[in-house]
């Protein structure tokens, strides 16, 4: 589904773009249907790609990229990342696939490193078979529970390798490796992206799917009562989804991203606690916010330096985080009326 939010934020994204860079280049966007893959997936259709859209539905949904299936320059292939059995080349490649929600990767750990391992390997074969100019969405959650804030690139991180995370946190650490190994063995064009807590339209609220600012949302709206983990003075920084696939665009265009790693995400460090209840404040809710136990190795406080992104990118986002909860909750109210 295309509704005029996620319109506005394309045509936002859009706005100051290279569009020649893009158009009539074979782009692979693994992961694809997920919520940041079908923002892809509908930039480069509208901007004259050819798109190739990969995706095992494992926590996506088709109704994010239906309208895109009768397009001509869009293709949808059901398959499972780490079994690619393409035999096409491609231009640029943005290997996006992964669980990425806490309480659902935790449910399926073996899966989630075999995806960011595996599947990274096979999506790295397929670059080196096309030359392919190559982006890794990677995440904060490399640092772990890092101990330097705002945390740098140059963190080595503070990570448990035997935890509850760490299916999530090493398989993005080794796919990083993995990335730059190939970069130093193969010369491979290779750009890493590590994305910060993003959220917007289109990112799931239901089940273990949900992270904690959708749910917060699916709460407030529903008068369920909000479930804050511990007591809500851990950090997070939200970053808009607009922003976050601007940068992430910034990072596979720009020749002075070539082998280097990028935090994308919005500095503006929120406590939980203070997070539902600007929820609450904005949907006008008579929900009540609960206490629930603190999961193990949950990161105390999370916010990105992005001075590199900004020098070396040019990038940095412009959506306040009430801006963005604004228009994300005027989306989920739309998306609840469809039902
Ligand atoms: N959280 C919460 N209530 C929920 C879900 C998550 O308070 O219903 C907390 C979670 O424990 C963490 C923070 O909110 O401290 C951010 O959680 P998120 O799901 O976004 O994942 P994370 O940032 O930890 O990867």
Redesign the pocket.
């Known amino acids: 589904m295309i509704d005029p939010i996620i319109s506005e934020d394309i045509k936002d994204i859009s706005d100051n773009l290279d569009i020649p860079f893009f158009k009539d280049k074979e782009i692979l966007i693994t992961g694809g249907a997920g919520f940041l893959g079908s923002y892809l997936c509908d930039l480069f259709v509208s901007l004259g790609s050819y798109v190739s859209c990969l995706d095992n539905f494992s926590t996506s949904t088709l109704e994010n990229i239906d309208h895109l299936t009768k397009m001509k320059n869009f293709r949808l292939l059901r398959e499972d990342v780490s079994k690619i059995a393409i035999k096409e080349t491609f231009n640029y490649i943005f290997h996006l696939s992964s669980r990425a929600?806490?309480e659902d990767y935790q449910l399926h750990p073996v899966e989630t490193l075999i995806t960011n391992s595996v599947g990274s390997n096979e999506t790295l074969k397929l670059a080196v078979k096309g030359n392919s100019r190559i982006l890794f969405a990677s995440s904060s959650?490399i640092y772990g529970d890092p101990q330097a804030i705002p945390t740098s690139e140059d963190y080595w991180g503070n990570v448990n390798p035997v935890g509850v995370r760490s299916c999530y946190d090493e398989g993005k650490r080794f796919g990083e490796a993995l990335f730059m190994a190939y970069r130093r063995q193969y010369g491979l064009d290779i750009r890493i992206t590590r994305i910060h807590?993003t959220y917007g339209p289109r990112i799931r609220s239901d089940g273990n799917y949900a992270?904690?600012?959708p749910?917060f949302i699916d709460q407030a709206l529903k008068g369920e009562d909000i479930?804050?983990?511990g007591d809500?003075s851990?950090t997070?920084s939200f970053c808009y989804v607009s922003d976050t696939i601007r940068g992430i665009i910034a990072a596979i265009y720009n020749d002075r991203a070539e082998g280097e790693v990028f935090n994308i995400g919005n500095p503006y460090e929120i406590s939980?606690l203070g997070l539902a209840e600007k929820i609450k404040e904005l949907t006008h809710s008579t929900s009540k916010i609960v206490f629930r136990p603190?999961?193990e190795d949950?990161?105390k406080r999370?916010s990105p330096s992005i001075l590199k992104a900004k020098k070396r990118l040019n990038w940095q986002p412009k959506i306040s985080l009430e801006d963005g909860l604004k228009r994300t909750i005027k989306w989920f109210k739309i998306a609840n009326q469809n039902l």
């Open positions: 929600s806490p959650e807590n992270r904690a600012l749910r479930t804050v983990y809500g851990q997070r939980i603190l999961p949950d990161p999370r």
